[in-house]
Nanobody, 119 residues
Framework: QVELVESGGGLVQAGGSLRLSCAAS??????MAWFRQAPGKDREFVAT????????YYADSVKGRFTISRDNAKNAIFLQMNSLKPEDTAVYYC??????????????WGQGTQVTVSS
């Protein structure tokens, strides 16, 4: 069983930046991803990165503003979020050992970290 722990969330003004981190308790060989869920909405795909870190894929809503990266030596992934907008406000979740943009394809989940963007 792998545990994922997110950190780095917080309150930021629109236009600001945050960097989320996700640390895994064990080796993750396959893709990892970030999802988010706003109150009253379904969990939404944000970005994914392959096991090697060579391939990334983003939701259109964050493309050009967010960057996902991976450090396999530390069993960790990161999400650099720039030019944040109020609509980015959500709980952000790290997911591991999956594929694609559907949450049902990932086996492990973190507890989430709150990101709030004020206007």
């Amino acid at each position: 069983q792998v545990e994922l722990v997110e950190s780095g969330g917080g309150l930021v003004q629109a236009g600001g930046s945050l960097r989320l981190s996700c640390a895994a308790s064990g080796v993750i060989r396959y893709a990892m991803a970030w999802f988010r869920q706003a109150p009253g909405k379904d969990r939404e795909f944000v970005a994914t990165i392959s096991g090697s870190g060579d391939n990334t894929y983003y939701a259109d809503s964050v493309k050009g503003r967010f960057t996902i990266s991976r450090d396999n030596a530390k069993n960790a992934i990161f999400l650099q979020m720039n030019s944040l907008k109020p609509e980015d406000t959500a709980v952000y979740y790290c997911a591991a050992d999956g594929d694609g943009s559907g949450p049902q394809f990932y086996d492990y989940w973190g507890q989430g970290t709150q990101v709030t963007v004020s206007s």
